[in-house]
């Protein structure tokens, strides 16, 4: 059963003030709803205001990056990315199924006819923006793109963490998202310096079962690659 839990506002252990104050140059965040149980599957951006230095020239070049949304076992694997505006990604193929991989999104509209194997090319994301990926074969199959304008993103694992790395000091504004989010969250200001911080969030969604294929004893038979 579907079990629908109200917005909560951020919880950090040290709440004060309208800017929150972490010194950190490499941030750990991990995501909790109202019952202190770990929210996978959240994407985290960090939107630089005013930095107080340089950034590195790897966190620069992250736009540069290659990443991979692979179907495996008729199921899209990661089910949540997030990509810098300018990033590629691949979309290969694992099973012996032939896919059909598109979007509609206003953030970035491809198709990627029949094929198993890997494509003959990689899908860039040019704008910033929420990109919904289905196939055209299997309705089930579903996953999410985040396109963001920073570099210092990341998407939260089964213990609701995720570690983000090289940031220089400044004032950032702070953003979640997920694709079962009942509301919009509210952005927040945190102000990073030098040593090592962790904070914890509260951000509840929508309770669902990520997608998977139907049970079919048939196709079982002839099992795709794991």
């Excluded at 109202?34 to 985290?44: A, E, S």
């Excluded at 990109?131 to 213990?159: F, L, R």
Aim: a neutral charge.
């Amino acid at each position: 059963m579907k079990i629908k839990l109200a917005m909560k506002s951020l919880c950090i252990g040290f709440l004060g003030g309208l800017a929150l104050s972490v010194e950190a140059s490499s941030l750990s965040i991990t995501v909790v709803n109202d019952k202190q149980q770990p929210v996978d599957d959240v994407v985290i951006e960090l939107l630089p205001q005013k930095l107080a230095e340089e950034p590195s020239s790897e966190a620069s070049q992250k736009n540069d990056e290659s990443h991979e949304i692979g179907q495996r076992n008729r199921t899209f694997v990661p089910f949540v990315s997030a990509v810098t505006v300018g990033s590629s990604v691949a979309f290969p193929n694992y099973d012996k199924t032939r896919h059909h991989v598109y979007s509609f999104s206003k953030a970035k509209t491809f198709e990627l006819k029949l094929y198993v194997g890997s494509p003959d090319t990689t899908i860039q994301f040019n704008k910033a923006g929420v990109v919904a990926i289905g196939c055209n074969i299997h309705d089930y199959m579903q996953a999410y793109i985040y396109v963001g304008g920073s570099p210092w993103m990341g998407v939260t694992k089964d213990d609701g963490r995720v570690q983000v790395q090289q940031l220089p000091k400044g004032t950032y504004q702070l953003k979640l998202w997920h694709p079962w989010q009942l509301e919009a969250f509210e952005q927040k200001e945190i102000v990073l310096s030098e040593n090592s911080k962790s904070i914890k969030l509260t951000f509840n969604i929508e309770e669902k079962e990520k997608p998977s294929p139907p049970e079919n004893k048939w196709q079982d038979l002839f099992k795709d690659t794991p």
